[in-house]
């Protein structure tokens, strides 16, 4: 096991030694809670593991030493903090569950195996008892990818492969590279950049995520306009199933039938574990940049990003908040801090140039050789300019870039006092981005009024284009909100459905990068239509005949 569970917070993001560096900023707090329409936000600690009841263990003794004699019995945990730390993702339903101890089903069994012909093992013993499987890549999943579902099974083990974590070639002639699933993103990129080339695949969940995870469910990484999403940079993978291995073609392109690899990216642990793949890759940039620009509206800083993806502007990430995010986060950046001379003379310059109020802020950031990069910002420079926007230099983009994985750690210490934050994103095609974007932050406004703790209270629901194709972009929605005390899950449950109906109504997809999980199975059969959800029900049953691969997930019943 290369990475020590015991060292990862198991009810929040990040390494459990952690500070909470919000914990002393009085100032920030009593800022949120009038933002959020609060006389005070209330201390709500999460409970601690000693407190926590699991459910009890169902693997019986010979089903548990069937597993020690394929493993060895150091990689078959089933200890309160493995079972605990395994039970849930790390979505806000169910870090909110986690914190309460609110934990209806956890694996039996954790099983840590090392190596395909191990995980294949681990797979038939599973069928032959009927023992349900969760694959288990970094647990971050925020869709209830990993729930420990298993109710109509003897029992459930969580596969966790944290241990398969090698990189086992680079072949540079190719351009490609093949590693085990169970890699994390930050020891992946050390091991490929030591050999001069980079996946660039970012997720803001990077450093806890893992390549099977990110292949899983198809997500994006913050550079992805460059470098690709999973299923772009996916070239072959190997699949683990209870019928037996899945090794699916390496061809640079091919006539012969659909790609099989296309059934792998997206699978969700569904159909088997992917126990290695191989992905394409890029030399290591030499040359980046990441700016800031000032638009007067999310309509002419969202016309940018088209031309510039419609006309081919080589950037790696072209990231617009829109007035809310931007008034947000340049507000509690400063909360307690004193607006100096040099603060002073910037507004004065921004209110000259027609920025006083009302503004939306945009990263744009290049990468790859020096030429490249000028190249893509001189073009993307003269094309903001044509839509009304301002460079305000390297400083916004370098500062965004610095702390691009840093969002996640502001969750625990809002929970901490009784404020909900939760995230949600889609796709949609250019033509209907504003209708969508319109209606979702209705949907998301309406639906915290409805639950709020109090009359006078509301939430804060921002949004940035987050990634962005010659046909569309993805919308990716931040709500910060009171939460209802008495009744937090029926209040997720509610503005999850606002929104996940808004989206659909409006032409999107219930998830651009973030799949699918337990929590938008709901919206699936309006998205791939009956005889789509046939034809996914199909590949199941010819994989995983008797439904055991994380059942309740990805497919609805
Ligand atoms: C704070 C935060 C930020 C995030 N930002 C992003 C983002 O920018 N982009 C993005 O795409 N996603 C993002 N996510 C979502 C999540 O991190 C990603 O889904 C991540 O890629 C999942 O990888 P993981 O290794 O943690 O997978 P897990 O959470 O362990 O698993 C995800 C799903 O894949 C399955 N799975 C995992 N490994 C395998 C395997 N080897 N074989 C078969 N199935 C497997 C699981 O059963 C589950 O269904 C974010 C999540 C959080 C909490």
């Not at 099989?260 to 569904?270: C, F, K, M, Q, Y």
Request: glycine share 12%.
């Amino acid at each position: 096991m290369s990475v020590d569970r015991a060292k990862i917070q198991w009810n929040g993001w990040g390494w459990a030694a952690a500070k909470d560096e919000l914990a002393s900023r009085e100032e920030l707090w009593l800022w949120l809670a009038d933002e959020l329409g609060m006389p005070s936000l209330l201390a709500t600690p999460a409970r601690p593991l000693e407190e926590i009841a699991l459910p009890a263990p169902r693997l019986s003794a010979a089903q548990r030493e069937n597993f020690v004699s394929l493993l060895g019995a150091d990689r078959v945990r089933d200890d309160k903090f493995e079972r605990t730390f395994h039970a849930l993702g790390r979505s806000y339903h169910d870090v909110l569950r986690l914190r309460a101890g609110n934990i209806s089903a956890a694996p039996d069994a954790v099983l840590y195996p090392r190596g395909t012909e191990e995980v294949l093992s681990i797979l038939s013993t599973a069928a032959e008892n009927n023992i349900a499987v969760v694959p288990y890549g970094g647990g971050t999943s925020v869709v209830g990818g990993v729930s420990a579902n298993g109710a109509s099974f003897p029992a459930v083990v969580t596969v966790d492969l944290s241990g398969m974590d090698r990189l086992i070639d680079v072949d540079a002639v190719s351009g490609t590279a093949t590693a085990e699933a169970g890699i994390y993103g930050p020891a992946l990129e050390k091991a490929l950049q030591a050999k001069g080339v980079t996946l660039g695949h970012f997720p803001q969940s990077f450093e806890f995520s893992t390549l099977g995870g990110w292949i899983a469910h198809r997500g994006a990484g913050q550079n992805s306009v460059l470098y690709g999403r999973a299923d772009d940079w996916l070239v072959s993978a190997r699949l683990a199933t209870p019928r037996g291995l899945l090794a699916t073609e390496e061809f640079p392109a091919s006539a012969a039938g659909p790609r099989l690899t296309d059934v792998i990216a997206g699978s969700e642990g569904a159909f088997g574990i992917v126990t290695e793949a191989t992905f394409r890759i890029h030399p290591a940039p030499a040359a980046s940049h990441y700016g800031g620009y000032l638009f007067h509206d999310f309509a002419s800083g969202a016309a940018a990003i088209r031309q510039a993806v419609q006309e081919d502007v080589s950037a790696a990430m072209l990231r617009l908040s829109d007035i809310e995010e931007t008034r947000f986060y340049r507000a509690f950046g400063h909360v307690g801090k004193r607006r100096g001379i040099s603060g002073k003379l910037e507004d004065a310059y921004l209110s000259a140039r027609g920025f006083s109020g009302a503004m939306t802020a945009m990263i744009a950031g290049f990468e790859g050789s020096k030429e490249i990069v000028d190249y893509g910002r001189k073009r993307f420079a003269a094309i903001a300019k044509r839509h009304g926007g301002m460079s305000v230099g390297a400083g916004p983009g370098e500062r965004w870039r610095e702390g691009r994985f840093h969002g996640p750690y502001l969750r625990e210490p809002m929970m901490n006092r009784a404020v909900g934050v939760d995230t949600l994103e889609t796709a949609v095609r250019w033509s209907k981005v504003d209708a969508l974007y319109a209606a979702v932050k209705t949907a998301l406004k309406n639906a915290i009024l409805g639950t709020a703790p109090r009359p006078g209270a509301h939430g804060i629901v921002m949004c940035h284009i987050s990634h962005a194709y010659e046909d569309g972009a993805s919308l990716y929605f931040t709500c910060i909100f009171p939460r209802a005390l008495d009744g937090e899950i029926a209040q997720w449950q509610a503005i999850k459905k606002a929104a996940s109906d808004a989206i659909a109504t409006n032409g999107g997809t219930i998830s651009h990068h973030h799949g699918v999980g337990e929590d938008h199975l709901p919206w699936m059969t309006n998205e791939k239509g009956a005889l789509g959800i046939d034809v996914l029900r199909a590949i199941k049953m010819s994989l995983d005949p008797k439904g055991i691969m994380n059942p309740g997930k990805l497919i609805p019943l």
